[in-house]
């Protein structure tokens, strides 16, 4: 099998279960005992937010381990939002992830106006377009860092200045980027950022917030006061640990896996003339490759490639089973019909240039298997 679906999920690298298991074992204290036990997991749990918050340029006071990108998503917009002292304007991009989407939309319901600004083409939120909908009473912008369905990278740091001209406060949704590109809060010049551990090989179930300290936050879980009042609750330090491992790891050069991404689109457009490249050809994530492949049936071709031992998608894991088409492919003015044929390929540092050759092969066969591709 080729697995080539990590922006589904990511397998738990083996450092990563390493460094968690003490604290799944032995070293189980809860951080929040004053003994022996609680302290040594507190101190794991110190080491890990420093880490975390040294990948991302920030203090660590700032870093709020979660559940998850869903988590950190829905507690960054929300907790931004309810204690903005200015207004109750909401911005956010017709391509967002679900979690921030249906977050704005949750603060739609209870008074807030939301917008949502569109995207070009290729599924990049212009700046201008971003400029012209910012307002006096904005309250908070959420862009993602790139996106999850056809890799399109954002301007994030050209956005977020723009917001930041307003006063406004800039969250981004790292999840896909987090391994791939730069994540320092101060270059990419947001406020708040999301990130999710199963995308960089922790175990899913973990991930992080991170907040400025100086933007007004209400927590939206109450209790014993962890994770500096942002986050009530005892924390998981397996958890932790194995996510700030696992950031540290996932750094590195994406040169070679984006020459192999560009090898295996070249050849896929050139050996099937009827399938069209989704998202930017050039600002695009390092391991992804999406088409649209009209005249077939998208979920017919993702089985067919199952069978050839090929794992892949047709887009976001989160909508999988749905009829509805891609509300990324649609935003970016995709036809409905033609939106039902995606296929998405992701892929990691070690996905090798062969198991791309074997992938575009048999991607091939299987649309002239299931029947044609139109032109």
């Known amino acids: 099998m080729i697995y080539l679906d990590e922006a589904a999920t990511t397998p738990v690298r083996r450092e990563v279960m390493e460094a968690m298991w003490p604290y799944l074992g032995p070293q189980f204290g809860n951080p929040s005992s004053h003994h022996e036990v609680g302290e040594a997991a507190a101190r794991a749990l110190v080491q890990a937010r420093a880490d975390v918050a040294a990948v991302l340029g920030c203090r660590a006071s700032e870093i709020t381990f979660t559940s998850g990108g869903t988590e950190s998503d829905n507690t960054a917009i929300k907790g931004i939002a309810l204690a903005a002292p200015r207004g109750r304007h909401v911005v956010v991009s017709a391509v967002e992830h679900p979690a921030v989407l249906e977050s704005a939309q949750f603060l739609g319901r209870i008074g807030y106006e939301v917008t949502v600004v569109g995207v070009d083409e290729h599924g990049s939120v212009q700046p201008d377009a971003l400029a012209a909908v910012l307002r006096d009473d904005t309250t908070l912008v959420s862009v993602q860092h790139a996106n999850n369905e056809v ?34 809060v101060g270059r990419l010049g947001v406020q708040a950022l999301s990130i999710s551990g199963h995308k960089i090989g922790a175990p899913k179930g973990v991930g992080v917030m991170y907040v400025n300290r100086r933007v007004p936050f209400e927590p939206l879980i109450h209790g014993g006061g962890q994770e500096g009042g942002r986050r009530s609750g005892t924390e998981n330090v397996a958890a932790a640990v194995g996510m700030a491992a696992a950031l540290r790891l996932a750094a590195g050069s994406s040169d070679e896996t984006a020459g192999r991404r560009d090898d295996f689109i070249a050849r896929v457009l050139r050996e099937l003339p009827g399938a069209s490249l989704t998202g930017s050809p050039h ?28 794992v892949c998608s047709s887009g976001s894991a989160c909508a999988a089973g749905s009829d509805d088409p891609s509300h990324v492919l649609v935003a970016m003015g995709v036809a409905d019909e033609v939106a039902q044929t995606a296929v998405r390929f992701t892929f990691g540092r070690s996905t090798t240039a062969d198991d791309l050759e074997t992938a575009a092969t048999e991607l091939v066969t299987a649309v002239h298997f299931v029947g044609g591709l139109a032109t």
Do not use: N
């Open 283 to 310: 600002d695009r994530l390092p391991g992804s490759a999406s088409f649209v492949l009209p005249g077939t049936s998208g979920e017919s071709i993702l089985l067919e490639l199952e069978a050839r031992g090929i």
């Open 151 to 184: 890799g399109t990278i954002q301007p994030i740091a050209e956005l977020s200045a723009l917001a930041a001209g307003h006063g406004v406060p800039f969250h981004t949704d790292a999840v896909q980027t987090a391994g791939w590109l730069d994540l320092d």
